[in-house]
């Protein structure tokens, strides 16, 4: 059974430009959660999507945002970009909404973005 | 403030020994405790859970504690292999059980050496 697959899994940036990262969940998972994680301040949590609609967002500006797709794939925006947004950017999937006690989240490898 | 802290933020022990690693956290109201492990360069993997009312729950050569009381968990690692060597972050997750309450360390990253 394949895993959660991101891409890129790399990118290189300047600043003021947009990028689109995606994730594809493993099958038959509903929940796509998305976390950035740096040296300084570990992993954060961006947003969560279930059945297309996001039920959580955690503190990050509006430059940041993603969608849902039926096929429960997803993919997170960030435009404008800023140096500090350089970073490993995470997706997760899980059965149900995540954070559940009996539910498991499967991490991507992530995509390493650098902002220069 | 919900804070999850973890003990020692860096550890190198010899292959073959056992070490424990420390999470304390502040979380309130408290759902589950999640322990993964991060090799360099990849995404975290799942390594257990527990719930309020488990206080020990193992997988292989790991092996958690909580203490839902002093709000204190511990992950133990047995004989330790090369492979081991990763970053080790402790995740807890509010009651709700929403992603937006999960609140995580900044990890403990184990090197394990010849």
């Known amino acids: 059974k394949a895993g959660v697959t991101q891409t890129p899994r790399y990118l290189i940036k300047t600043r003021g430009q947009q990028v689109t990262l995606s994730c594809s969940p493993i099958?038959?998972?509903?929940?796509v959660s998305w976390y950035q994680q740096t040296p300084g301040q570990g992993l954060q949590f961006l947003f969560e999507?279930?059945?297309?609609?996001?039920?959580n967002k955690g503190n990050f500006p509006g430059r940041f945002s993603g969608r849902q797709f039926s096929n429960s794939r997803s993919e997170m925006n960030v435009s404008t970009l800023e140096l500090g947004d350089s970073a490993l950017y995470l997706c997760a999937s899980s059965w149900f909404a995540s954070g559940g006690a009996t539910d498991t989240q499967y991490f991507g490898p992530g995509t390493r973005l650098t902002v220069l | 403030k919900n804070q999850v802290e973890q003990s020692p933020q860096s550890l190198i022990i010899l292959e073959g020994k056992n070490c424990t690693l420390q999470?304390?956290?502040?979380?309130?109201?408290?759902?589950?405790l999640r322990w993964y492990k991060q090799d360099t360069g990849r995404g975290p993997v799942s390594l257990t859970i527990m719930t309020f009312s488990e206080n020990t729950k193992s997988n292989g050569r790991y092996t958690a504690t909580l203490d839902a009381d002093t709000k204190q968990s511990s992950l133990h690692i047995t004989a330790s292999q090369l492979s081991d060597s990763a970053s080790y972050i402790c995740v807890v997750s509010g009651n709700t059980g929403t992603a937006s309450k999960l609140t995580f360390g900044t990890g403990t990253r184990l090197q394990v050496t010849l």
């Open positions: 999507y279930f059945s297309e609609t996001q039920r």
């Open positions: 099958s038959g998972h509903r929940s």
């Open positions: 999470c304390n956290y502040t979380v309130s109201p408290f759902s589950n």
